[in-house]
């Protein structure tokens, strides 16, 4: 199984910090956060990893490099500028290949678990299956509701409406099927959106996890998770 990391945002919110360092790069706890994600992957498992590039994508790689000091090899996929989540995707899929991968934002943090998703098989008609977490407080809306209905009768799919929703933790399980055959596809495109279509045509599961996660989306949330990272 193959794993992509998105890593080419702007980071605009995170500025003047990400004025000369890519989000992904930030350090939390003694180490960059993308890292944490190269260690993780390797510990379960994972030899070949994806990474988007574009705003300051020199010092990624010059950090990273061929991946092999995490026991991994990296590829990447270069953007002439940032094709958001599902451009990054539609972009990358000659690298990914035709069998599901693990995708995972670059300026998260979580603790969740990625031997599940790696032991997770989808099913025939799913092209997806989401790490939802409950809502923090800059995102009290959330953006999927887990259908408890549905998952009564042992179906897996999702619901936007009509019940709670929690939040895209940005992990999930992808077939490329997701993204290729997409009917609107552009070159810079959300994968937001690609996963609405696909709750609408119930290809997407998900489950919630309840353990550690931060979005780490502003300098605020960044120094936070940094004191409760360092020793």
Avoid at 121 to 138: K, Y
Wanted: aromatic share 8%; with cysteine.
């Amino acid at each position: 199984m193959k794993a992509m990391i998105l890593a080419a945002g702007l980071g605009q919110r995170m500025r003047p910090l990400t004025d000369h360092l890519p989000k992904p790069l930030l350090c939390v706890g003694g180490k960059p956060l993308l890292q944490y994600h190269l260690e993780a992957l390797a510990r379960n498992g994972i030899k070949d990893v994806i990474i988007n590039l574009a705003h300051l994508g020199e010092k990624i790689i010059a950090f990273v490099g061929d991946g092999s000091q995490f026991g991994l090899n990296v590829s990447y996929s270069s953007e002439p500028e940032p094709l958001e989540t599902a451009g990054a995707l539609l972009h990358a899929l000659s690298l990914l290949g035709k069998d599901p991968f693990l995708l995972i934002n670059g300026d998260v943090w979580s603790d969740f678990p990625l031997a599940q998703l790696c032991d997770y098989s989808l099913a025939t008609d799913e092209l997806a299956h989401l790490i939802l977490v409950p809502n923090p407080d800059f995102h009290p809306q959330g953006d999927f509701a887990p259908d408890a209905q549905n998952w009564l009768a042992d179906d897996r799919t999702i619901a936007q409406d009509n019940l709670a929703k929690y939040t895209f933790s940005g992990i999930s399980l992808i077939d490329p099927q997701l993204i290729s055959q997409y009917p609107h596809q552009r070159q810079k495109f959300p994968l937001g959106e690609v996963l609405r279509y696909g709750i609408t045509q119930q290809h997407i599961s998900a489950e919630v996890y309840r353990g550690r996660w931060s979005d780490v989306g502003t300098p605020k949330r960044l120094q936070l998770l940094d004191g409760e990272l360092t020793p």
